[in-house]
């Protein structure tokens, strides 16, 4: 054998390998994933099979008219209203195919039209009350007497993905008519009188004594909001695991604020084990194998919320994680019915065909989709105060598309390829930066004027400091920052293309002139010279502003006209107020022009019942093409033919006119992000939702900041003999006290100068090995005797042994190269310091860690909220323990106070107020 053999291949570990090895485990995972899909295939044949011979009971089909009809009956109110309100379209939709999927276990996609705040807690709650009120009528003996009362009705458990607090909102604005409830409830209780006791008792007990409510509060006051229960407390929620918050008990508003608390119950309606009816929540970071499995009985369906605000929840891949979840639900609760609501075409065509469509077997089998339906509903809430009428829909007879491509979509293109390979090569978090670049670039190309007249309008308007901070969003340096780190992968991938240091050039040309400022004074010149209205709809009151300003220097007729009243510049609401106006009024608009607007809002305004004869749609060719797409295959979804007719005439349309100005060849992925556009300078440092005690201070530059009492504001010292800054409660905040604003503007600077990314990426290397050293040397035998006597040491409140595992599960992060590392840690500080400190590790170095690495590695998402806030005003308070915590980032601090400086203003008024 040779003492030096030869290599076939040179032993390296470049960029190439990476990639390579990347793929290659990418390959393995997609290996596993069809294995275990095809194992479930396999398991569902065979259980199939065996339901012959009752291994498994047949499901309990349900009578889904007999359902609506009950719903039909069931009276409903707007909260502190006393007319009588009605279900909507959508959620009629809604109910009836949530009633469908329970009953066979199928699966259905409805997407409602417009896009709606979808609650899947109303849709429980709703399909709740058919089911109890489609119970069977039975007649019972009572102490001699005949009573009507009902036989046992079907159970309703549903489960919701990915959850989040705020889907209750809409269901916490419908009152239930307690007369009906309560009867109807009232008639299950009977069939008890003789014995038995269970859940399904509890559950009916309780609601049988809303009948005696009359809107008497406990402070003796009569207030109509308490007349009925709520929708939201029909059925309890929770974790499958137990945890769950204050209000999420069946009757929970009811109960604390008045009397019937008294009332003495089991409890076991409440108890996710037991109850009858109940509604599951899973979020996005739960564990979702274990949560599926503590549901031991079967829920009757899923709701799978596929709207934006749940998909950005889940993430750019969000498609992946909802297969996932599904194939796991089907793993351990095969009979399940899943309901998936979608809020735009793209959405809803995924869901369809991706995420629930079935593949026929062998290669190449087509895939068959999922059932779906679309609803029509002009009103966007629960209910409504009189039956719906049939939509009429006027004016759109000519709609006229004009766009732009060239550099601007050619270089959003190259970005968005570089995303991709990003992707594939597993650097998650460097694609995620480059679609804020190209969201940052569409929206920047989008404005009616240049940077640089932007920047001086709102100076001009507001201040140096509120420019300053509305500017913030169309910032790239920050970013490019970011990317261009010679340690990222983002910098070696782009090297070859240089789609970083075009996004450069493109947009400092941006500082002189954009693609929409040209666009813009054509369409502006029919308004000027025609004897009929005109309106003019930008994507925010500021934008529009902004191009008055620019268009008056141009356009000397304009003021005049605007004055008239004969043109309007405006946000969205703008047309919605000219649709309002009586008929005589209204019908004196002729022309609408709608200045970049996004895809969702393209496809929107077209689906308004009113709209001026001419249509005019402004925007750039990326945007055009996706919503050309969309709009056609809504149009075949929806059945209103004069809304089909319309959509149709724009897809044509923006078709046309995208292959005119060159964009020819269009990759259809994933849509791009809507461009939005800033409403206001507001420092909001409130967190949360619910009721809170809140400070509002405004400052003398025009900028605002939201924050609860105890929030700890940042004030400049001009008592010191140096410049220096202080913390104080928000409630001891005073007019004439200098604060330090850390908002948008301040954090994008902050950004650029200590590159947040890559220090908090080596942080976080150094957090986790340090954790992991120190759980290895606590005494204990065993990983699980570890886990309890660490968090037994960290007092209350307490944590689970379960959740502190996923905190020092660090093998594979520590192996991980720097842009793949996620921090281990708890979410919140104090929980955090608790951890840190059972570890034996200081209270300064681990506030560091705090700082540097757990925050810092956090979403852009809450970049711009109080967790960053926090760990920059520990930076300026206090640093002289930062610098000596920090002594390789000493200039950096410095020149991070010396920044803040410039973003100090004066208290103008300050107010206290509670926010519900």
């Given at each position: 054998m040779a003492r030096n053999p030869s290599f076939p291949k040179p032993l390296r570990a470049d960029l190439d390998d990476r990639a390579e090895q990347r793929r290659a485990a990418l390959d393995k995972r997609q290996s596993l994933l069809s294995k275990m899909a095809k194992a479930s295939s396999d398991r569902a044949e065979v259980t199939s099979a065996?339901?012959?011979?009752?291994?498994?009971?047949?499901?309990?089909?349900?009578?889904?008219?007999?359902?609506?009809?009950?719903?039909?009956?069931?009276?409903?109110?707007?909260?502190?209203?006393?007319?009588?309100?009605?279900?909507?379209?959508?959620?009629?939709?809604?109910?009836?195919?949530?009633?469908?999927?329970?009953?066979?276990?199928?699966?259905?996609?409805?997407?409602?039209?417009?896009?709606?705040?979808?609650?899947?807690?109303?849709?429980?709650?709703?399909?709740?009350?058919?089911?109890?009120?489609?119970?069977?009528?039975k007649q019972f003996i009572i102490q001699g007497a005949t009573e009507t009362g009902r036989r046992r009705s079907d159970e309703v458990r549903a489960l919701v993905f990915p959850y989040a607090r705020g889907s209750h909102a809409q269901a916490r604005q419908v009152q239930v008519d307690r007369k009906v409830l309560g009867t109807v409830n009232f008639e299950h209780v009977k069939r008890y009188v003789k014995g038995g006791d269970d859940a399904a008792k509890d559950f009916h007990q309780v609601l049988a004594r809303v009948r005696n409510l009359t809107g008497r509060a406990s402070d003796g006051r009569e207030y109509a909001e308490f007349e009925h229960p709520i929708l939201d407390e029909i059925v309890p929620h929770g974790s499958p695991r137990g945890e769950r918050s204050a209000n999420s008990k069946l009757l929970w508003r009811t109960r604390s604020k008045t009397d019937i608390v008294k009332q003495s119950r089991s409890g076991d309606a409440d108890d996710p084990s037991k109850a009858d009816f109940f509604l599951y929540t899973l979020r996005v970071g739960d564990q979702i194998s274990a949560d599926l499995r503590a549901i031991k009985r079967s829920p009757d369906l899923l709701i799978l919320d596929l709207t934006r605000n749940a998909r950005t929840r889940l993430g750019w891949n969000w498609v992946d994680k909802s297969t996932e979840f599904v194939a796991s639900l089907r793993e351990v609760h095969p009979m399940t019915g899943i309901l998936a609501i979608a809020d735009d075409p793209w959405t809803y065509r995924t869901a369809r065909f991706d995420v629930l469509g079935t593949r026929k077997p062998g290669r190449g089998g087509k895939v068959i989709p999922a059932i779906g339906h679309v609803a029509y509903s002009e009103v966007a809430n629960i209910v409504s105060p009189v039956a719906a009428e049939a939509p009429s829909f006027e004016g759109a007879d000519c709609i006229d598309v004009d766009g732009f491509f060239g550099e601007v979509d050619q270089n959003i293109e190259t970005l968005r390829r570089l995303a991709n390979s990003l992707d594939d090569k597993g650097d998650l978090k460097g694609a995620i930066v480059v679609r804020n670049l190209v969201a940052t670039v569409r929206r920047t190309a989008s404005l009616p004027g240049s940077l640089a007249e932007l920047s001086r309008f709102l100076e001009q308007e507001t201040s140096t400091a509120a420019a300053n901070d509305l500017l913030a969003i169309y910032r790239v340096t920050a970013d490019l920052a970011t990317?261009?780190?010679?340690?990222?992968?983002?910098?070696?991938?782009?090297?070859?293309?240089?789609?970083?240091?075009?996004?450069?050039?493109?947009?400092?040309?941006?500082?002189?002139?954009?693609?929409?400022?040209?666009?813009?004074?054509?369409?502006?010149?029919?308004?000027?010279?025609?004897?009929?209205?005109?309106?003019?709809?930008?994507?925010?009151?500021?934008?529009?502003?902004?191009?008055?300003?620019?268009?008056?220097?141009?356009?000397?007729?304009?003021?005049?006209?605007?004055?008239?009243?004969?043109?309007?510049?405006?946000?969205?609401?703008?047309?919605?107020?000219?649709?309002?106006?009586?008929?005589?009024?209204?019908?004196?608009?002729?022309?609408?022009?709608?200045?970049?607007?996004?895809?969702?809002?393209?496809?929107?305004?077209?689906?308004?019942?009113?709209?001026?004869?001419?249509?005019?749609?402004?925007?750039?060719?990326?945007?055009?093409?996706?919503?050309?797409?969309?709009?056609?295959?809504?149009?075949?979804?929806?059945?209103?033919?004069?809304?089909?007719?319309?959509?149709?005439?724009?897809?044509?349309?923006?078709?046309?006119?995208?292959?005119?100005?060159?964009?020819?060849?269009?990759?259809?992925?994933?849509?791009?992000?809507?461009?939005?556009?800033?409403?206001?300078?507001?420092?909001?440092?409130?967190?949360?939702?619910?009721?809170?005690?809140?400070?509002?201070?405004?400052?003398?530059?025009?900028?605002?900041?939201?924050?609860?009492?105890?929030?700890?504001?940042?004030?400049?010292?001009?008592?010191?003999?140096?410049?220096?800054?202080?913390?104080?409660?928000?409630?001891?905040?005073?007019?004439?006290?200098?604060?330090?604003?850390?908002?948008?503007?301040?954090?994008?600077?902050?950004?650029?100068?200590?590159?947040?990314?890559?220090?908090?990426?080596?942080?976080?290397?150094?957090?986790?090995?340090?954790?992991?050293?120190?759980?290895?040397a606590m005494p204990e035998p065993t990983t699980i005797g570890k886990l309890r006597s660490l968090?037994?040491?960290?007092?209350?409140?307490?944590?689970?042994?379960?959740?502190?595992?996923?905190?020092?599960?660090?093998?594979?992060?520590?192996?991980?190269?720097?842009?793949?590392?996620?921090?281990?840690?708890?979410?919140?500080?104090?929980?955090?310091?608790?951890?840190?400190?059972?570890?034996?590790?200081?209270?300064?170095?681990?506030g560091n860690f705090w700082r540097w690495a757990v925050v810092a590695q956090r979403s852009h998402r809450i970049r711009y909220g109080n967790v960053f806030h926090d760990a920059f005003r520990g930076i300026l308070t206090d640093p002289h323990a930062a610098i000596s915590s920090n002594r390789d980032r000493v200039d950096q601090i410095r020149m991070l106070r010396s920044m803040a400086e410039e973003h100090v203003a004066i208290v103008d008024k300050v107010r206290s107020f509670t926010a519900r």
């Open positions: 065996m339901q012959s011979k009752q291994a498994i009971p047949k499901r309990t089909r349900r009578d889904v008219e007999r359902y609506m009809a009950a719903l039909a009956a069931q009276p409903f109110h707007q909260l502190g209203q006393s007319d009588t309100a009605v279900l909507t379209p959508s959620y009629a939709l809604l109910v009836r195919s949530a009633a469908e999927v329970a009953s066979d276990g199928s699966v259905q996609v409805v997407m409602p039209w417009p896009p709606v705040k979808v609650s899947p807690s109303a849709i429980t709650g709703l399909l709740t009350i058919a089911a109890i009120g489609s119970a069977e009528v990317l261009e780190d010679p340690r990222g992968l983002a910098n070696q991938v782009d090297a070859e293309t240089g789609a970083l240091a075009t996004t450069r050039e493109l947009m400092r040309n941006f500082g002189s002139a954009t693609p929409m400022t040209t666009l813009l004074e054509a369409a502006i010149l029919p308004a000027l010279r025609s004897s009929s209205k005109s309106v003019f709809v930008f994507r925010s009151e500021l934008v529009a502003e902004f191009a008055v300003n620019r268009l008056g220097i141009s356009h000397p007729k304009l003021a005049a006209r605007l004055e008239s009243g004969f043109i309007r510049f405006g946000g969205e609401r703008t047309l919605r107020g000219v649709a309002d106006l009586p008929r005589v009024a209204r019908n004196q608009f002729k022309r609408v022009v709608l200045v970049a607007p996004t895809r969702t809002s393209i496809l929107t305004t077209l689906t308004q019942p009113w709209l001026p004869e001419h249509v005019t749609v402004l925007a750039d060719a990326d945007t055009l093409a996706f919503a050309a797409r969309d709009a056609g295959r809504l149009a075949d979804e929806i059945d209103i033919a004069p809304l089909a007719v319309r959509l149709r005439m724009f897809a044509r349309k923006a078709n046309e006119r995208v292959e005119e100005i060159g964009r020819h060849v269009v990759r259809f992925e994933m849509p791009p992000d809507d461009v939005e556009f800033p409403n206001g300078s507001v420092v909001d440092l409130s967190g949360g939702k619910g009721e809170r005690n809140l400070v509002e201070i405004e400052l003398k530059n025009g900028q605002r900041i939201i924050a609860r009492r105890s929030t700890e504001i940042v004030l400049r010292d001009d008592g010191a003999a140096t410049t220096s800054f202080v913390e104080r409660p928000a409630s001891q905040v005073k007019v004439g006290d200098e604060v330090c604003v850390i908002g948008h503007g301040f954090i994008e600077r902050a950004r650029t100068l200590v590159n947040i990314r890559a220090t908090a990426a080596e942080e976080i290397r150094d957090y986790h090995q340090l954790v992991s050293d120190r759980f290895a968090v037994a040491t960290m007092g209350e409140p307490a944590v689970a042994p379960e959740t502190a595992r996923y905190w020092i599960d660090l093998g594979e992060e520590i192996e991980k190269p720097l842009h793949d590392v996620v921090p281990h840690a708890p979410q919140d500080q104090d929980t955090f310091m608790r951890f840190t400190a059972a570890l034996g590790i200081s209270e300064r170095m681990a």
